[in-house]
């Protein structure tokens, strides 16, 4: 009873000579929603296509609900795909394309159609029964494909870049509308995306992927507050990051060296290792002196202010090379050209394993 | 100094359309007067010759063999091209730039050349000269272009349209007649469209191919070897304004409809 | 290119005959009354007309019988003197349609150049034959007015075959070029002015070089078709002065000479394999 809704095993593929999935493996739980976020061609979207049944992965496998549905085709398994073009029939009302699904499936048309009706009224589009794809809005469109994709019952929704023809109000719209009917109707949703802020709005579950593998999951909160890896401390938003060596390792703690000075913190690396630091932008404090961790001095590059905050770039005194991103409330006094002390609360500085 | 350019500009196109409309003018006019010889002085009106083509049974029964040549030709070349462009574009086969070269490679080459080629190899199997023989040439001719018409027209974006109905749980069959050929008829007509027009036109293959029973074009062929004939102006000038009419028509209805 | 781009096509699963039930139809269309009749025609082209046998003499012919290779050389300049003419006509006329009409009236203008298109290919030349005859529309008009006393031999010339040619090409082109210019930004136009340039200036350095590769293309499919046609030069040009396709239905017509009239076709196409090789540098250019 115990065993997830999706279990993918070990699973590697390629293209020709290249690899795009090496040994990646994944649990999703029934009702949950999980992103795949990473940049373009990190294997996110093959991934979701080897799960959808359009692509058969090299090696590895893939269970559905505990059966093995590797080479199972798209048809005959448990999960639908909302396509990144939505894929919706040109010549269909918006009407047959929701009830083409049921009408495979050999329902009668006055139940198709009722039942494609109700999956309008869940996206919030029942008045557009009879309209053909083409009259309709990009929004209206990525909702008639959900719409389509829902009909059908699936034990598992794909989504391929789903918001990604959307501008940006309406993309952030879509979100929650998202995330509210998939609350709605339970079933699990998985998501790919390259927007980490679409990551952050929607996941309960987030998979960080780069190169083909899976750099970190989890929650979105720990995966923020405490990335696994340097790739997921840069892109699940922005760090500065700090490379050093341990010098110390006490009882609790390590210290490390940097070429803004020794860090403390509760580890327990072995002496010598190398080891890299992330410091999130808003956790970094400027010019007033704290009881922190110290951080040498920089000059400041850039001020930009966005409104509810400022993004503050500052060049390292002691390391030209290094880089520091900050982030002040609105208020703050700063101009580029300014010299500052930079400090930050040790208990904020996060070790990274690679 | 700009409007002596505008001036120079409109008498040039002025000329080219006089030139370009020159043959067909004289072809028309020509074939509204009784007298013998499509000549001037013009004499004129008169339909005596449009009478004497329509009650000419060689030239209405060749008409109505090119028509049919025409729409089978046609929908075999169209029927063959859009498969073949089918499963070129939704599966990998081996080797398959070098097959669909092979398909589109009579498009480089002279219709002469592929009536002869079929001259000599009916000649050598003992397959006697027909229209059917006329027909097989027509679509040796009209395949390639239906294929790459149809083929260039079946983009990633159709591709995503079909693997969502393979989805949503329709089996191959019903992916081809509910989702292919409906989404793909705009292509899968203009290759028809252009195939009719092409057959229709079609001389030296039927010329080489056929004997006693032919097309329109080899029996207007016939009509020329006795020189300068009204008639000729007048089977002319009647095709002409079909062929006219057709295209107006499909300008109007299909052309005009912009799909999304 | 992107790996991902892959992922379009399915690979044949389970029933990996039904993407060869697709495509052998066609193929083997191609092969049966394409390439087979191509071997024939081949082995045709070796073999002696009288009794049969391995010959080269249908070849040797063609290199020894000076009105053969002079049907080539005709061929060749008609072609060459018709593609050249043609570009220089309908370039300025697209021209024209594409800049100088009205947007509202250019798809009227273009379906008017174009129509005669419309009229049967052999009446095509018939008609031209009415205007050239000697009793014609034009030799009435230039002796009416006294410009000539005798009628001119106008018919059954190359002048007439050339006529009759670029009538027919003229509106080709016209079509080809005007899509051409049509799908040109009008940005570029706009930023060549921007940057100083005249109207001639633009065209010189702009409009004209990124138009060329269409213009190649046009040229090209111009010469393969006035190479290998029959009729025009068979109704307008007579039998005063061959071009190679009349002389490979001659053989057909009156001597039933196969062997010949198929090494003839296999040298013409020959001809036009290269000048494609030798075009295929441009032409390229125009697909990517």
């Known amino acids: 009873m115990n065993a997830p809704l999706v279990d993918i095993r070990d699973v590697s593929h390629r293209f020709g000579q290249h690899r795009v999935l090496r040994n990646v493996s994944l649990t999703i739980e029934a009702g949950s929603y ?21 692509v058969n992965p090299s090696e590895g496998k893939v269970l559905i609900r505990g059966q093995d549905c590797t080479s199972v085709p798209p048809a005959k398994r448990p999960t639908t795909t909302v396509f990144q073009d939505y894929a919706l029939f040109p010549h269909m009302s918006v009407g047959g394309n929701v009830g083409f699904g049921l009408r ?14 109700d999956a309008l009224a869940l996206v919030g589009l029942a008045a557009a029964f009879d309209k053909k794809p083409h009259q309709l809005s990009g929004g209206q469109r990525q909702r008639v494909a959900l719409a389509r994709a829902l009909v059908i019952e699936p034990a598992v929704l794909l989504l391929d870049e789903p918001l990604g023809a ?12 998202l995330k509210a009917i998939q609350k709605r109707v339970g079933t699990a949703f998985i998501h790919v995306t390259h927007d980490q802020e679409e990551a952050m709005a929607l996941a309960d579950h987030c998979v960080v992927m780069n190169d083909g593998r899976i750099e970190d999951e989890g929650p979105p909160e720990r995966v923020y507050a405490r990335p696994a890896t340097r790739f997921s401390a840069t892109f699940m938003g922005e760090s500065t990051i700090l490379a050093g060596t341990v010098l110390e390792t006490g009882d609790r703690t390590c210290t490390i060296a940097t070429p803004v000075g020794p860090v403390s913190l509760p580890s327990a690396l072995p002496r010598g290792s190398a080891a890299a630091l992330a410091i999130r932008p808003e956790h970094l404090v400027l010019g007033a002196a704290s009881a922190g961790t110290k951080l040498g001095k920089a000059d400041v590059s850039d001020v930009v202010f966005q409104g509810s905050f400022k993004r503050v770039l500052a060049t390292s005194v002691e390391e030209p090379s ?9 208020t703050a006094v700063v101009q580029a050209g300014d010299r500052v002390a930079i400090s930050c609360d040790t208990d904020q ?3 990274l394993t690679d | 100094m700009r409007s002596v350019a505008r001036i120079v500009s409109w008498i040039y196109a002025l000329a080219v359309y006089g030139f370009i409309f020159l043959p067909v003018v004289v072809l028309v006019l020509f074939s509204l007067q009784s007298t013998s010889f499509p000549i001037p002085p013009f004499t004129g009106p008169s339909l005596r010759w449009y009478e004497a083509v329509l009650s000419d049974s060689r030239l209405t029964s060749a008409l109505v063999n090119s028509l049919l040549v025409a729409l089978i030709s046609s929908a075999a070349a169209v029927t063959l091209g859009f498969l073949s462009a089918w499963g070129f574009a939704r599966f990998v086969l081996p080797g398959s730039g070098l097959l669909r070269g092979l398909i589109t490679l009579p498009l480089t080459v002279s219709y002469l050349i592929i009536g002869m080629g079929l001259l000599v190899l ?19 001719i009209n395949l390639p272009l239906c294929f790459a018409i149809i083929y260039s027209q079946m983009g990633d974006h159709q591709i995503n349209i079909e693997r969502a109905a393979r989805d949503l749980g329709a089996p191959e069959w019903k992916v081809l007649l509910l989702i292919t050929v409906p989404v793909m008829a705009p292509a899968i007509f203009a290759g028809f469209f252009l195939s009719m027009t092409f057959s229709w036109d079609e001389f030296v293959i039927s010329f080489l191919l056929t004997r006693f029973e032919t097309t329109l074009p080899v029996e207007i062929w016939n009509l020329l070897r006795s020189g300068l004939n009204p008639k000729t102006n007048a089977v002319g000038s009647l095709v002409f304004a079909v062929s006219i009419v057709l295209v107006v028509f499909f300008e109007l209805t299909l052309l005009r409809r912009k799909p999304a | 290119m992107n790996p991902s781009g892959n992922s379009g096509r399915a690979l044949p699963r389970a029933s990996d005959t039904l993407p060869w039930a697709l495509v052998t139809p066609a193929l083997g269309w ?8 191509f071997i024939a025609m081949g082995l045709s082209s070796l073999t002696a007309h009288e009794g049969g046998g391995f010959t080269l003499t249908n070849y040797s012919q063609f290199f020894t019988n000076p009105s053969y290779w002079q049907a080539m050389v005709n061929s060749l300049e008609v072609t060459a003197i ?12 697209a021209w024209i349609l594409a800049e100088q009409v009205p947007e509202r009236w250019q798809r009227l203008a273009l379906m008017l150049a174009v129509l005669p298109f419309w009229t049967s290919y052999v009446v095509r030349s018939y008609s031209w034959l009415l205007v050239l005859a000697q009793n014609g529309v034009i030799n009435r008009a230039l002796t009416g007015i006294g410009v000539v006393s005798e009628p001119l031999q106008l018919a059954n010339t190359r002048l007439a075959t050339v006529t009759g040619f670029v009538h027919f090409f003229v509106m080709l082109l016209t079509l080809t070029i005007f899509a051409n210019l049509k799908q040109l930004s009008p940005s570029y136009r706009k930023a060549a002015a921007d940057l100083g340039a005249g109207p001639v200036r633009t065209f010189l350095h702009v409009i004209l070089p990124l138009t060329l590769p269409g213009i190649m293309v046009g040229a090209f499919l111009t010469f393969v078709l006035c190479i290998g046609d029959y009729i025009t030069p068979q109704i307008l040009g007579g039998n005063n002065e061959l071009l190679m396709p009349q002389l490979v239905m001659m053989q057909i017509g009156r001597r039933g000479d196969f062997p010949l009239a198929s090494a003839l076709s296999i040298i013409l196409m020959a001809v036009v394999s290269v000048a494609y090789l030798a075009c295929a540098r441009w032409l390229k250019i125009e697909r990517t």
């Not at chain 1, 999980?34 to 359009?54: V, Y």
């Not at chain 1, 290094?322 to 609105?330: D, E, G, Q, T, V």
């Open chain 1, 34 to 54: 999980t992103i795949l976020l990473g940049p373009s061609g990190s294997g996110k979207t093959t991934l979701l296509s080897i799960l959808g049944g359009f």
């Open chain 1, 104 to 117: 495979m499936q050999g329902v009668d048309g006055t139940t198709r159609a009722a039942k494609a009706r």
């Open chain 1, 166 to 177: 959307l501008d940006l109000k309406l993309r952030r719209q879509m979100q929650d509308e």
């Open chain 1, 322 to 330: 290094l880089r520091f991103i900050a982030k002040l409330p609105a």
């Open chain 1, 349 to 351: 500085i996060i070790l």
């Open chain 2, 122 to 140: 009916f000649n050598w199997a003992g397959v006697p000269k027909s229209l059917l023989a006329a027909g097989i040439g027509h679509v040796v």
């Open chain 3, 30 to 37: 191609t092969l049966l009354f394409f390439v087979l009749p």
């Open chain 3, 82 to 93: 018709v593609t050249v003419i043609s570009v220089l006509l309908a370039y300025p006329f």
